[in-house]
């Protein structure tokens, strides 16, 4: 239980004591009443004794009374009415509640800490008032009256006969048959007589002379003249006179009450002839009908007749009207009680008061405990024994137990009032009254035992009950409370005598006590038991007390305390308590909230939201709804949507009280900041028939870590480009998507009349769907001046103002249950400024179904749009983005701190340009090599011209716009579109094999010597786009080399013609999706010609070889591939002429066939060979049919040096050497630069495609690189083999250099040898023996040093196989020459071959050793030659 104010030992003594009728005349009530109070209720506030009293027992031993106090009060001839009790009551505790400023007690329990208000005072005023208002009952005698005050006035004409007249009208009332009601004592009732006179007014001599004879009549013990309103009342106003009569009238005054709508009934008062005031002050009241006196049969508590009897508190609940509060309430104001006394009548009243106690009442006490202790004494032996026996003759020795039914038929036994049972019970309630609770204690107990024999249950309850009371009271606790006394009588009262208001006293008693002795939990489990359905108010009352006792525990019991504390507020909710069960609800919030019980979380916020609602307490409503709906709720759906429609019917009444406040933040649907997105500029346009409009940037797609870095590098390159090859420390990267992957640390730079998209993410959590309305942006707005100042009033404008900032309003939006939807809201920007969005602004709502839960009916509908709309509330809520963790500086990384995210906070800048692009007959699949011409369209669809268009791509190999030679092609795709992409010229058939030769810079290509061949200038005629112009443009495509889809990235950058501070440029992006199906695999090598017909070339000959092999496999429906001209470039070579050994001029290869073609490349003449750094090549064209394309033109020649950029592009290696090293570096050098050959081969093609039962031509070229003799090429990247696996191998390498030697290839290119002989020699062996044979041996140098041979000539063929084959043959003449080779010469040797029989045999065998003649280390080793040098002897 709650802390009290009062103790247990106050408690009980203020609960039972001496009560005092009080009878007055009409004139002596009307002098009380000048003062706006009654007899008794004047007294009230004094009828505490200030000082101890003392009396004797019936053993002549001095007993102690302390803090005595006396209930005087009207006599009233009807019990009061059940129902008004329970009215009373009702009122008593709604009218208390818990202070505003009152500190809450905060108590630790476990992991709770939980603010709950020590004291109960509405409990306690309820305590106080039910015993007060009990009504009096034959089986006790604790409220009966001992003694009654008769009192009148000195100003009546005859008051000695107004005593005598109310004296005969008391004894009319005690001993009439007429009347049961009120209840006295003892027949012989102590009259004490009264006189009241008026000072102001009245005769002080008349007075005393009356008292006088008062005296004479009834002894100066029996009467008493009473001195009151010595001041008039218009004179209130002089002083201020303390009020000590409020605390008492106001806590029963039923007008007293704050306007208590929902109360369950109202009673309605007779008309009082001095007021309109109906007090209640429990049974004190006398209340004049119709101003005639002493009508004692209307109690204050009685019900008008008119009321319904059932209209208790449990009934339905009925609203006071509000004008009927509201003139109670005028009324009840301004009233002053004891207006006519002064702080001198204040003690008079005191003073009466002891004198009638230590005069009257005490005295009499005494003398009837000692009446009735004698009569015992004298009756006990005769009385007692001859009942027993009596008992015993009839019923045996033993009394039989009896079952409770048994029981239940004697509980109506009644004792007449003057047996000895009654006599004993009304000595121990006379002693308990004076708190002798030893007496009071045997006394009981004797009674008790003969109540129990009788089994007369209901007075053997009352004996038990008091016994336990006074077992506890007694002094120096001679023994210990008797709690099954009081578990008894409380069983006896309920289940036998069907008493819940007796009952409940002994509960009420019983508990106090088991609290004071800190045994809260017999305590809690007594107060529960009494909880029972007939009255909701005491369950409520009850059960919160025992909640308490669950949390003052030593170890608190916090989840029984919320429980009980919920059942306690859902019977407050039936008794109409509206607030105490909002306060509980609330308090047993604290232990539920935050511990994953959602479901009894979702009960408690609705009660008390509900709760809320009814008492207006708006706010708390809404914030108890919102708290259901925004935890994930496990509630079924249909229990969701009556939760959500409670919430938007009480979000409605809220916006209702107050329609131009701000708008309130809505809970729903939840909405993921971080998630939001930001879009600058228009939506793509969809692809138009053949246009199709470039990829750009768009809310569709993934945000792609890797390619948004891709985007970065292009847009770093063609910026860098710009500013000469730097970039500017003032760049940052275009973005025109903002998301949560971006760097949002700066403001972003939006462009006026283009729209800002927003990308909301909502989420519906519950189960129902969520239906916004009316969805739009909420921003704010500082427009600035063109010059970039702010204006000097700074507007702020909050939506509004569309000539500012056009807002675009989605109308509906659904999103269904526990769905996770994006809306795109727009705004238009048409000022420059700063723009702040700040949230969203939406009805929101749900679709009406015909749910009805928990009886909610369905609200009423209204329709709208598609979705029928139950009912929704405007609101807003905001998007706060978190900016990404520091984590810099050591400060930022040992706090949390974060840093700004500005993507809701554009600047809208002045006007730029803006480009749209597409592209027409654009592919989608192409074969590898495939060349394709499409056209491209640049539109300026702003009111700004733009220039300095530039396009840079990853793979710049992939298209071209064509270089300064292109003749412009017709400008219409549909003429051109049968012609073939390359420029071509008819030839006569007769050149076919041999080269036709031209040539061309590739400066004029724009792959000129330092400049990034990523970034390509855009033709664009005048290089501006004017506003509204469009121009189209041819673009050759080339289809990547290796198969698969490639995704390839153009970037495409533009500037505006009036250069803006804030945006120096602006970008397209686009991301063509290109599918390459296999075409050709072309392998070349180049080896050195051993011929030395074309003296002129002065050695210089080279065959090249060339494989083609079709590996498509009839994909893309290609029937087969014609090669229609290969052409080599280069700087110092060129193809002479096709050397194919198969007259089949016919180069066709279908699926999976190969084609081997041979040339003969010869070097430029000098007139033609480059210089170093010219970029000038030479390109040789080799046709197989009747047209020539020519190879130096576009776009052959674009693909072509795009081809060679990335190579061009790569630094030539370098490596720092030491200075002794480096004579040998420079003859590797040298070495190596013999076996380096600079020729590009290209291989054009026709492949004849069937597609749709059409024939199309496609054309393509494939491009292989030569760099070293002897070493295969290849036209698309081999793949590499993994390499084998190795075993780790632990060891340290050790540090030798080795020496740089070159490599066996290089030094066999170094000398080139050349055998001369005839192919066949004839021979008479029989004429003679020996055939001699002259041969040539030319040595050509290919190296630009002076070489030193040594051509040795002696056999060193070791393996038998050899001699075998070849036969043996042997040298004439000198075995070994030494010469020297200048740079390029060509040497010859005549030699002599002797042979002696016929064969075949093979002369290659002279072995050639050649070093550099400057080189002190000699790289000498044998050169070999790559054909074997075949002579066939024939004997004629």
């Known amino acids: 239980m709650a802390q009290c104010v009062q103790s247990v030992q106050e408690l009980i003594p203020d609960s039972f004591v001496p009560c005092v009728a009080a009878l007055c005349s009409d004139e002596a009530e009307r002098l009380t009443r000048l003062n706006h109070l009654s007899f008794a209720e004047l007294l009230k506030p004094f009828s505490r004794l200030t000082s101890e009293v003392h009396m004797r027992d019936p053993n002549n031993q001095l007993h102690v009374i302390k803090n005595l106090k006396i209930a005087v009060s009207n006599i009233i001839t009807q019990p009061p009415h059940p129902g008004a009790i ?121 007075a005393e002379s009356i008292y006088e004879e008062m005296k004479q009549k009834y002894g100066t013990q029996g009467c008493y003249l009473l001195k009151i309103n010595s001041r008039t009342s218009n004179r209130a106003s002089d002083e201020q006179i303390p009020d000590p009569w409020s605390q008492y009238l106001q806590k029963n005054s039923i007008q007293n009450q704050e306007s208590y709508e929902d109360g369950p009934c109202t009673i309605t008062s007779n008309k009082s002839s001095d007021s309109n005031l109906l007090s209640l002050d429990g049974l004190d009241n006398e209340v004049k009908v119709d101003g005639l006196p002493n009508n004692f049969r209307a109690h204050p508590l009685q019900l008008d007749s008119s009321s319904d009897p059932s209209n208790s508190i449990d009934g339905p609940d009925h609203v006071k009207s509000a004008s009927s509060l509201h003139e109670t309430k005028k009324a009840n104001t301004g009233i002053i009680h004891g207006a006519c006394l002064t702080l001198t009548d204040h003690d008079r009243i005191r003073q009466f008061i002891q004198e009638f106690t230590f005069r009257g009442l005490l005295p009499h006490i005494e003398k009837t405990i000692r009446q009735l202790n004698d009569q015992l004494i004298s009756r006990k032996g005769l009385s007692r024994s001859l009942f027993s026996a009596t008992k015993k003759w009839f019923s045996g020795s033993k009394v039989p137990e009896k079952s409770i039914n048994e029981l239940k038929n004697t509980s109506g036994l009644l004792y007449p009032p003057e047996a000895p049972e009654l006599q004993i019970r009304k000595m121990a309630d006379l002693c308990f009254l004076v708190q002798h609770y030893d007496l009071a204690y045997s006394c009981y107990h004797t009674a008790k035992k003969d109540f129990l024999n009788d089994q007369a249950m209901l007075y053997a309850a009352g004996a038990l009950e008091m016994a336990a009371v006074s077992a506890f009271l007694q002094p120096g606790a001679p023994r210990p409370y008797p709690a099954h006394y009081m578990d008894t009588a409380i069983q006896t009262y309920r289940d036998i005598c069907k008493n819940m208001v007796l009952a409940e006293r002994c509960v009420l008693l019983s508990a106090e006590i088991l609290k004071s002795q800190s045994k809260y939990s017999e305590a809690a489990a007594l107060l529960i038991r009494l909880t029972s359905e007939d009255s909701d108010l005491r369950s409520a009352l009850l059960l919160e007390q025992a909640a308490h006792c669950f949390i003052n525990m030593k170890s608190p019991m916090v989840r029984k305390y919320a429980f009980h504390m919920i059942l306690a507020g859902h019977r407050f909710s039936k008794a109409g308590q509206k607030k105490h069960a909002l306060r509980c609800y609330c308090q047993a919030m604290q232990v539920y909230k935050g511990k994953g019980w959602s479901l009894a979380e979702d009960h408690i916020n609705f009660t008390i939201g509900r709760q809320s609602y009814t008492l207006r307490q708006l706010d708390n409503a809404v914030s108890a709804f919102r708290h259901i709906l925004i935890n994930e709720s496990k509630q079924s759906a249909a229990q969701q949507g009556a939760f ?439 392998r070349a090598t180049v080896c050195r010609s051993n011929s030395l017909e074309d003296e002129e070339g002065r050695g210089g000959n080279m065959l090249v070889f060339v494989d083609v092999e079709n590996t498509n496999t009839s994909e893309a429906g290609v029937k087969e591939f014609h090669i229609v001209q290969v052409s080599s470039s280069s700087k110092h070579w060129k193809l002479q002429k096709s050397v194919n ?296």
């Open 644 to 1082: 959500l429609r409670e919430y938007l019917y009480v979000y409605k009444n809220v916006s209702q009280l107050s329609p131009d406040g701000p708008l309130p933040q809505l809970p729903l649907p939840y909405i993921n900041s971080s998630a939001t997105r930001v879009f600058f500029g228009h939506d793509r346009r969809p692809a138009d028939g053949e246009k199709q409009a470039a990829t750009h940037v768009s809310l569709d797609q993934e945000y792609d870590s890797e390619s948004s870095q891709q985007w970065r590098e292009l847009e770093e390159q063609v910026v860098a480009v710009v500013n000469r090859g730097v970039i500017p420390s003032t760049f940052h990267p275009t973005q025109y998507c903002l998301n949560s992957y971006s760097d949002n640390s700066r403001f972003p730079l939006a462009v006026v009349e283009e729209p800002v998209t927003v990308e909301v993410a909502f989420r519906n959590p519950l189960k129902v769907p969520l239906l916004l309305t009316d969805l739009s942006l909420l921003w704010k707005f500082q427009p600035k001046d063109s010059s970039g100042k702010d204006n000097e009033e700074v507007k702020e404008l909050v939506t509004g103002e569309p000539e500012m900032i056009g807002t675009e309003v989605i109308s509906e939006f659904l999103i269904n249950s526990e769905e996770s939807k994006v809306a795109r809201l727009k705004l238009f920007p048409h000022h420059i400024g700063e723009l702040h969005i700040l949230g969203v602004v939406y009805n929101l709502g749900t679709i009406q179904g015909c749910v009805t839960v928990d009886g909610i009916d369905a609200l009423p509908r209204c329709h709208t749009g598609k979705h029928s709309l139950s009912m929704s509330v405007r609101g807003r809520q905001d998007l706060e983005i978190q900016g990404p963790r520091l984590n810099n500086t050591k400060e930022e990384k040992t706090s949390i701190k974060y840093g700004p995210d500005r993507r809701l906070d554009p600047i809208i800048t002045e006007e730029m340009p803006l480009l749209e692009v597409f592209f027409i007959h654009f592919p989608t699949g192409l074969l590898c090599g495939e060349i394709r011409k499409a056209y491209v369209e640049f539109v300026n669809v702003s009111k700004c011209p733009l220039t300095g268009l530039k396009v840079v791509s990853k793979r710049p190999e992939f298209f071209t716009f064509g270089g300064n030679t292109a003749v412009l092609t017709p400008l219409s795709p549909s003429a051109s579109e049968n012609c073939s992409a390359y420029k071509t010229v008819v030839t006569d058939s007769t050149s076919v094999c041999t080269a036709l030769i031209s040539s061309a810079s590739s400066v004029d290509f724009g792959i000129g010597i330092g400049s990034q061949p990523e970034v390509i200038p855009v033709p664009l005629p005048d290089a501006v786009l004017l506003p509204g112009a469009s121009v189209q443009l041819p673009m050759w495509l080339r289809g990547p080399d290796e198969e698969g889809v490639h995704e390839i990235n153009f970037l495409f950058y533009y500037e505006s013609v009036k250069k803006q501070p804030k945006i120096r440029h602006r970008i397209l992006r686009h991301t063509a999706v290109i599918c390459t199906s296999r075409s050709l695999n072309v």
């Open 1141 to 1436: 050994l198969s007259e089949n001029k016919d180069a066709k290869l279908a699926s999976r066939e190969k084609g081997k073609f041979c040339f003969k490349a010869i070097r430029c003449k000098e007139k033609e060979v480059a210089t170093q750094f010219s970029e000038k090549y030479t390109f040789a064209d080799i046709i197989f049919g009747n047209e020539q394309i020519i190879s130096s033109a576009s776009p052959c020649a674009d693909f072509f040096y795009r081809s060679l950029s990335s190579e061009i592009k790569k630094p030539q290696a370098q490596p720092s050497v030491h200075a002794e090293k480096q004579s040998i570096e420079d003859a590797v050098r040298l070495i190596q630069k013999c076996s380096e050959v600079d020729l590009n081969i290209v291989v054009l093609w026709k492949a004849y495609v069937v597609e749709d039962s059409k024939q199309l031509i496609l054309e393509g070229q494939h491009h292989v690189t030569l760099h070293t003799i002897g070493k295969e090429a290849f036209s698309c990247p081999q793949k590499q083999e993994p390499p084998e696996m190795e075993l780790l191998k632990f060891f340290r390498p050790e540090n030798t250099t080795v020496p740089l030697r070159p490599s066996v290839e290089q030094l066999s290119n170094l000398i080139k040898t050349s055998l001369h002989y005839p192919e066949s020699f004839n021979h008479p062996f029989h004429q003679k023996s020996l055939c001699l044979v002259p041969v040539t041996l030319l040595l050509s140098n290919c190296s630009k040093a002076d070489v030193d041979v040594i051509v040795d000539l002696r056999h060193k063929t070791t393996s038998p196989e050899a001699l075998e084959i070849h036969g043996s043959f042997t040298w004439l003449g000198q075995t070994q020459y030494k010469l020297q080779l200048k740079s390029q010469e060509i040497h010859s040797l005549q030699l002599k071959a002797c042979f002696v029989h016929t064969g075949v045999y093979n002369l290659g065998t002279p072995r050639v050793f050649a070093k550099l003649s400057d080189q002190v280390t000699v790289f000498e080793t044998s050169q070999q030659n790559s054909m074997p040098a075949l002579i066939i002897i024939n004997n004629v």
């Open 86 to 206: 329970r009215k009373l009551l009702n009122d008593v505790v709604s009218g208390s509640q818990p202070a505003e400023g009152l500190v809450a007690n905060v108590i630790t329990a476990g992991d709770y800490d939980l603010n709950i208000s020590a004291t109960t005072p509405w409990f306690e005023s309820y305590r106080e008032t039910f015993l007060q208002s009990m009504p009096a009952s034959d089986h006790e005698f604790l409220n009966h009256y001992l003694a009654c005050m008769l009192v009148a006035s000195s100003s009546e004409a005859e008051p000695v006969e107004q005593f005598s007249k109310l004296s005969q009208e008391q004894h009319r009332i005690q001993h009439n048959s007429d009347y049961s009601y009120p209840k006295w004592f003892i027949p012989n009732t102590l009259k004490y007589y009264v006189l009241l006179h008026d000072v102001s007014a009245g005769d002080e001599q008349r």
